[in-house]
């Protein structure tokens, strides 16, 4: 049913009614994005784009009988006049969300990719270790957690965004104590170099993925997917 909203907005997009956000030179307007059960709205800001986007919403209500969730709802506003955003937030009937703010737990902010965006990240690593009681595991159990479990969190940030270097040093920190010492900070000493513990199996390594090399294999994804897209058209 969600595709049914995703259909009503390429429509209007294709009419030259919503006309979305430029993300990139030469690649058609964003309008959306869609997940299972969450949607990311795209819209210049203007009053007469907020109107329309106000209307679509309340025609697919109207038309499959849904209803949208208004207090988990948000509107994110870059690079407008306060005033602005008071006269679009209502026409909208939405609060305004300040940045950094996260979707689907992303980080979204405007300017810079500073470290301190990411550190939800971090916490989440932690909070899972805990959990493990990482030092009854033997170091195939460990590895088996660094590589199913620890590394997945970081999937869908890298899929999106670059992560910034020191965020990615840290993350490697904790996965280097969890391996050698399991949930305690301090105690063995490492016996191998992380370098060596990264590489494939047949290069006799535990093959971990490297985590700039994910997120450079993901980014290069979303840029061709994005270009793919446009060329299509």
């Not at 007469?48 to 025609?59: G, K, S, T, W, Y």
């Not at 950094?100 to 932690?126: A, D, M, Q, R, V």
């Not at 170091?139 to 199913?148: A, N, P, Y």
């Amino acid at each position: 049913m969600v595709e049914a909203l995703g259909r009503m907005i390429k429509s209007l997009h294709r009419d030259g009614r919503w006309l979305g956000v430029n993300v990139a030179t030469g690649v058609e307007h964003s309008t959306h994005l869609q997940f299972s059960d969450d949607t990311i709205l795209f819209g210049a800001s203007s009053r007469r784009e907020a109107r329309i986007i106000n209307a679509c919403l309340n025609d697919y209500c109207k038309a499959l009988g849904q209803k949208i969730n208004w207090n988990k709802s948000e509107v994110f506003f870059i690079n407008m006049m306060s005033n602005m955003q008071v006269v679009l937030s209502r026409i909208l009937n939405l609060r305004v969300a300040n940045f950094p703010g996260k979707f689907l737990g992303t980080p979204l902010f405007s300017g810079h990719n500073k470290t301190c965006y990411w550190t939800h990240l971090i916490e989440k690593c932690k909070a899972r270790l805990e959990n493990w009681k990482g030092e009854w595991l033997s170091s195939i159990g460990k590895l088996t957690m660094i590589k199913s479990v620890l590394s997945a969190i970081l999937v869908f940030s890298m899929a999106c965004m670059k992560l910034p270097v020191a965020m990615e040093d840290e993350l490697i920190t904790i996965m280097k104590i969890f391996l050698w010492n399991g949930s305690n900070d301090k105690g063995n000493f490492p016996l191998i170099s992380w370098g060596k513990i990264s590489q494939p199996k047949n290069a006799r390594g535990a093959s971990i993925r490297q985590i700039s090399i994910m997120n450079l294999a993901m980014g290069a994804k979303l840029v061709w997917e994005i270009c793919r897209g446009g060329n299509q058209k």
